[in-house]
């Protein structure tokens, strides 16, 4: 009888022992960044600029800075929006291109960021999603968002 339970006692153990190399294993695979969106129950007024953070866990990566903003173009999850969460990011946007250097995050993105968009709301919208997005890195003080390299004329009211 005290082998059976001595026997139960070291599978028990070894279990236990696998599931946390496999969770430490799991959380060094991934990291987590902060997505921003406009929420309508957080900020009832609606205004502009305001959006809030959700995270999200990404796999590692050293383009960290790109995977964010792949997430922000995901648009909010059913729960995120069923809390309030929207995008003022058009669906099928791409990223072209970011470079991040002395402090200045560049991205560049095709045209169906600024595909149908008007109104200054929405445009101050989407600028503060893709700013605050990238912002949150300590390397990111500054961002320039430019559209087939146009940066001067683009996201216009």
Do not use: H, W
């Not at 236990?16 to 902060?34: D, G, H, N």
């Amino acid at each position: 009888m005290s082998n059976k339970i001595f026997v139960r006692a070291v599978l028990v153990f070894l279990a236990i022992a696998v599931a946390m190399v496999l969770i430490k294993a799991l959380s060094e695979e991934t990291s987590e960044v902060k997505i921003y969106f406009n929420n309508g129950n957080l900020d009832p007024e609606a205004s502009c600029n305001k959006v809030f953070a959700v995270e999200r866990d990404i796999s590692k990566t050293t383009a960290v800075g790109r995977a964010a903003l792949e997430e922000l173009l995901k648009g909010p999850t059913d729960t995120e929006k069923t809390e309030g969460y929207f995008t003022s990011i058009n669906p099928g946007v791409k990223i072209q291109k970011l470079t991040i250097e002395n402090g200045v995050a560049r991205v560049e993105f095709d045209e169906q960021l600024e595909f149908q968009v008007g109104g200054s709301c929405r445009v101050t919208a989407i600028r503060a999603q893709i700013v605050e997005t990238l912002k949150q890195f300590p390397a990111v003080n500054e961002v320039i968002i430019s559209i087939n390299g146009r940066t001067e004329d683009i996201l216009q009211p």
